[in-house]
């Protein structure tokens, strides 16, 4: 009977115990709780924190366009090739005497800011080359015409009959502009418009013909006594120049997504239709007058590449 005793005083202290133990932990559970919904642990109710807005254009994984400025905002820049034909305008002695040309141009274009979800700022930076062909009107140029190195020169009125066969431009240019992306039929299109400047050499060939007066000249050197092994004949006509040159231009365009070239990924292809007006200032010498240069109209096919 002892021993039943002691067994069953032993039971009634081990169940005291846990129910103390348990009723313990269920407190502090409580606590914890109450604790973690005032530090903001508990899962929030409404929309994630980290939900990303609404945006009319995303970037696809599969045939879908991915066009927008966020596109180019997030990771990398675009190459475009463009080239065409220049026509020019004005009243001026070049623009009078090339009769059409073309240009080719590379640049790299970086997004700088989208102020609405369509429209994208950007800046460009290219290197391009441009040629004019001449015409065949010739045009009576001066200069100075010596019977020796040590000789006092003679000054030519008419020195030349001279004709412009070509003017080649080389050149890097700057530009600013901006993209505006829309829909049309279910298509993606882009509108784009720049305002750049453009600085390089121009370099002129011409045809240079003695004229009547400079032959007269040279008769009476050779009359004198003068060696023709010594003449310096010094043209005013220049035949290169540093030329500075101002550009803006609307093109219209439509973005393929995902292009492949074979084996190539070409990325997302961007084709337009540009038409650029500007102005180039450059000067050889008694040839153009000093009258200010070419201005131009420009119609050409832009391709760009974004990867």
């Not at 596109?71 to 009243?91: M, N």
């Not at 240079?208 to 032959?215: F, G, I, Q, V």
């Not at 003449?231 to 035949?239: H, K, Y």
Request: proline content about 5%; some cysteine.
């Amino acid at each position: 009977m002892k021993r039943t005793r002691s067994s069953g005083k032993h039971f009634r202290c081990a169940l005291a115990l846990a129910i103390v133990y348990f009723g313990m932990a269920a407190s502090q559970g409580a606590v914890g709780q109450e604790f973690s919904s005032e530090e903001g642990i508990a899962e929030p109710t409404g929309s994630p924190a980290h939900a990303l807005p609404s945006l009319p254009y995303v970037q696809a994984t599969g045939s879908e366009p991915s066009v927008g400025p966020h596109l180019y905002l997030s990771d990398g820049a675009e190459f475009y090739l463009r080239a065409g034909a220049l026509y020019p305008f004005g009243r001026g002695t070049l623009e009078r005497r090339v009769t059409a040309g073309w240009r080719l141009e590379g640049s790299l274009v970086q997004a700088m800011w989208a102020p609405w979800s369509d429209l994208g700022c950007f800046w460009e930076l290219g290197l391009g080359v441009s040629y004019w062909a001449g015409d065949r009107g010739r045009l009576v140029t001066s200069g100075v015409f010596r019977p020796s190195l040590f000789a006092p020169g003679q000054y030519v009125a008419d020195m030349y009959r001279v004709r412009l066969k070509r003017i080649w431009q080389r050149y890097g240019f700057a530009a600013v502009g901006a993209s505006w992306y829309y829909d049309v039929f279910g298509a993606p299109w882009r509108i784009t418009a720049r305002l750049g400047t453009r600085l390089g050499s121009a370099r002129a060939r011409f045809d240079r013909t003695p004229s009547p007066a400079l032959n007269a000249a040279v008769q009476a050197a050779v009359a004198g006594g003068a060696s023709p092994d010594g003449f310096d004949f010094d043209s005013d006509v220049n035949d290169s120049d540093v030329f500075v040159g101002l550009f803006g231009s609307v093109a219209v365009g439509t973005v393929w997504h995902d292009v492949w070239l074979g084996a190539w990924h070409l990325g997302d292809v961007t084709v337009s239709a540009e038409v650029e007006l500007g102005h180039d200032w450059m000067d050889f010498g008694d040839f153009s007058r000093s009258d200010g240069g070419i201005g131009y109209l420009g119609t050409m096919i832009t391709v760009g590449f974004y990867h």
